[in-house]
């Protein structure tokens, strides 16, 4: 069942609190402990969050009007109060996510969206990033590619309001609140789709729904670079809830593509520890 979530409330400090179950933190934290992600916590403690400068967030947020989240969405999200409808969380985005790829690329978080960005076929002209977060993917690409017209989708306001802020240097990316199962994209509009990271916040419902979004928005023949996380992966995230976690440890990307309609898949590690898929979606 969607909630209904309006964010002009946030003007008058009501905020309306999703979901938060202090048992399943309890019960996060009874897990066995791994040591790269007590490394990943050590260095995400260390890292600056970024200043911008004022932010009057009642004000920005109240723009955003009304919006319906689905019910998995208002979850406490890696144990942060309102998990992503959170200003701390879209603060910290790009340091923490420089601090878990800290081993992984020379150049941290950054340089693995390069990478990432580099699977994209240079032709492509207009590029979805869904779940973009604070679009650190899709200004990668964007820079990549300067004749493509990017968007990068976030279901969360407080993303957007700082990734606008974050990568507001980059002229062909447009950054915008929305769904990834529900894009607003015209049929078959786009060459290229990038998703990094967000399936294993999903429950399968929803990334079969964000497949099947992928491919009515693809041209035919068009790309999806599907980027994500090994399926054990969330468990060394002692304290940070995953609320689907056990689903993830079951994930079979290629299973998923397969039924979902896209062929030629090719896989790729970019920089361990991310996987990455590139598929094509069928004529
Ligand atoms: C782990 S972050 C990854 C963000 C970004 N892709 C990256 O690589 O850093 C997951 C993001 O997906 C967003 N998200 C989750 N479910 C979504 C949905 N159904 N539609 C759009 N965004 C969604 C969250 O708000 C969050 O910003």
Excluded at 7 to 32: D, G, N, V
Excluded at 52 to 60: P, S, V
Excluded at 124 to 147: C, E, H, N, S, Y
Aim: glycine share 8%.
């Amino acid at each position: 069942m969607p909630s209904a979530f309006d964010l002009s409330f946030l003007a008058s400090k009501q905020r309306p609190a999703p979901a938060w179950h202090l048992e399943t933190i309890a019960a996060e934290m009874a897990e066995p402990d791994k040591a790269r992600m007590l490394r990943v916590i050590g260095r995400m403690g260390a890292q600056q969050v970024p200043a911008h400068g004022a932010i009057d967030w009642d004000a920005e947020l109240a723009a955003f009007g009304a919006i319906e989240f689905p019910s998995y969405y208002l979850q406490p999200f890696h144990s942060i109060p309102g998990g992503y409808l959170n200003e701390a969380a879209a603060l910290g985005d790009r340091a923490a996510l420089e601090a878990i790829y800290e081993d992984a690329h020379p150049e941290k978080s950054l340089g693995l969206r390069r990478a990432i960005a580099a699977l994209i076929p240079v032709d492509a002209r207009r590029v979805l990033d869904l779940g973009a977060g604070t679009a650190d993917g899709g200004a990668a690409i964007a820079r990549r590619l300067p004749d493509a017209a990017v968007t990068a989708i976030d279901a969360s306001p407080f993303m957007v309001i700082v990734g606008r802020r974050q990568n507001g240097d980059v002229p062909n990316l447009r950054i915008e609140q929305g769904f990834a199962e529900r894009s607003g994209v015209a049929d078959a509009s786009v060459d290229a789709v990038h998703i990094t990271l967000l399936f294993h916040e999903c429950p399968n419902t929803a990334k079969r729904a964000i497949l099947a979004e992928c491919r009515r928005v693809l041209r035919p023949g068009g790309t999806l670079v599907l980027s994500d996380t090994p399926n054990d992966d969330l468990y060394t995230y002692r304290g940070f809830y995953e609320p689907y976690k056990e689903e993830w440890l079951r994930f079979d990307p290629d299973a998923f593509l397969l039924e979902a309609g896209f062929g030629e898949i090719e896989a790729h590690e970019v920089a361990a520890p991310l996987w990455s898929r590139v598929a094509r979606s069928a004529a």
